[in-house]
């Protein structure tokens, strides 16, 4: 059981990290949610959080280039 | 006591090559997810791509240390990991231990102070630039889990055990990192009143 008092909001915003994980225990994943369904102030900064997390990973993905993917590939042990 | 016949060397030497070919090339294929991680671990296309070629040369020369049927890419990327330290390339200091003032909120507070409330708009607010440029300034020991957790899609258990550091490191670095993170997108994109 998690207290959400004295500060319910600052409570939520410590849950938000490991909340968004998927890390948290039912219990304490419930009592988000149950702060979260009545507060928009909590619920708008956890959606912000969501869509900042994939607009991050989007940004920072950069693929191979063909050139490395065939030195790799020549790396692998000659068949004898 | 055992009969070899004069068959079964060349057999095993054969399951040998076999095992080994199947082994890399399960391990080439996650290369373009390795690569992804690796990219943001160092500061160059350069370097990422030099520690993916050592990277896969010593898994190859080591495969038969991998157990088949656990996490290959986590195995992968403990090399990695290991190989980036190893090489000097990250500057190792002590994880920066001075309150961070900002909190999970802060990001979404400091655009909404700057008149700038639609929290699905994250794209309109933040350039992609931006958002490689606020990483790359996270220090290395809170920008490792992020890049493993965040990009890399692994557990807090998969990153514990690839930087080899136990799991509520991994949370206490993803946790500070993350904030370090929004506070480097904030000065970015709200100025440098932060």
Redesign the interface.
């Known amino acids: 059981m998690i207290g959400f008092d004295p500060d319910p909001c600052?409570k939520c915003?410590?849950l938000?990290?490991?909340y968004l994980?998927r890390?948290l225990s039912d219990a304490e994943r419930a009592e988000a949610e149950r702060h979260l369904d009545g507060c928009s102030y909590c619920r708008?900064?956890y959606?912000?959080?969501e869509?900042?997390?994939?607009?991050?990973?989007?940004?920072?993905?950069?693929?191979?280039?063909p050139d490395?993917?065939s030195?790799?590939?020549a790396?692998?042990?000659p068949?004898? | 006591m055992s009969e070899a016949t004069p068959e079964a060397e060349p057999r095993k030497l054969a399951e040998e090559a076999r095992d080994r070919v199947r082994f890399e090339e399960e391990a080439l294929e996650l290369a373009d997810q390795v690569y992804r991680v690796a990219r943001r671990l160092v500061s160059t296309r350069e370097e990422a791509e030099d520690l993916m070629q050592e990277t896969y040369a010593r898994a190859f020369r080591s495969w038969r240390s991998y157990q088949p049927g656990t996490n290959l890419r986590a195995w992968l990327l403990r090399i990695l990991t290991n190989l980036n330290i190893d090489r000097g390339r990250r500057i190792q200091r002590s994880p920066d231990q001075q309150p961070l003032e900002e909190g999970d909120y802060f990001l979404y507070n400091k655009l909404e102070e700057a008149g700038d409330s639609d929290e699905e708009r994250v794209d309109r607010r933040l350039s992609q630039d931006d958002a490689v440029a606020a990483l790359s300034e996270v220090p290395h020991d809170f920008r490792d889990v992020i890049v493993l957790v965040d990009i890399g899609d692994f557990s807090y258990a998969d990153a514990a055990q690839i930087l080899d550091i136990p799991i509520g490191t991994v949370m206490s670095r993803l946790h500070r990192g993350r904030r370090i993170l929004k506070k480097e997108l904030a000065e970015r994109t709200v100025g440098s009143s932060v």
């Open positions: 600052a915003e410590e938000l990290q490991p994980d890390e708008k900064r959606r912000f959080e869509q900042l997390r994939r607009f991050v990973r989007q940004a920072a993905v950069e693929e191979m280039s490395l993917k030195k790799l590939a790396l692998r042990t068949l004898v």
